[in-house]
């Protein structure tokens, strides 16, 4: 039984700082390449961000370029989302999501096999 669980969001003022993290059992982290996905009200899934199983290489969309970091640690089964400076159109509910492929893409979230069910980030003054 493959279970993926986000937790670490809540609500936070613009410039904060939130980290996620997707707690994964149920499988062998390092076979899987990792994508977080976000979804807002009234607006389609989003990819964000997303690691590779096999390098760590990392897929990310312009808007969190040097704001989001994605990190795993394969002892602990569990992918990590930093994200700085967050800012009020980061609201959205998160999701982690696993792939069995070495390689991620942020644009084809049919290719992930699991995902969690998603933790609320809001960004708000």
């Known amino acids: 039984q493959v279970q993926l669980v986000e937790s670490g969001g809540g609500l936070v003022q613009p410039g904060g700082s939130l980290r996620l993290s997707c707690a994964v059992s149920?499988?062998?982290?390092?076979?899987?390449?990792i994508g977080w996905f976000r979804q807002a009200p009234g607006k389609e899934r989003e990819g964000v961000i997303c690691?590779?199983?096999?390098?760590?290489?990392?897929g990310y969309i312009d808007s969190v370029k040097g704001r989001f970091t994605i990190s795993r640690d394969n002892a602990k089964n569990t992918i990590y989302l930093q994200m700085n400076n967050l800012k009020p159109e980061d609201t959205a509910v998160y999701y982690c999501?696993?792939?069995?492929?070495?390689?991620?893409?942020?644009?084809?979230?049919?290719?992930?096999?699991?995902w969690g069910q998603g933790t609320q980030v809001t960004v708000s003054s």
């Open positions: 690691i590779s199983a096999s390098d760590g290489t990392v």
């Open positions: 149920g499988l062998s982290l390092d076979l899987y390449a």
């Open positions: 999501a696993a792939d069995y492929d070495y390689y991620c893409s942020i644009y084809r979230p049919d290719d992930y096999d699991y």
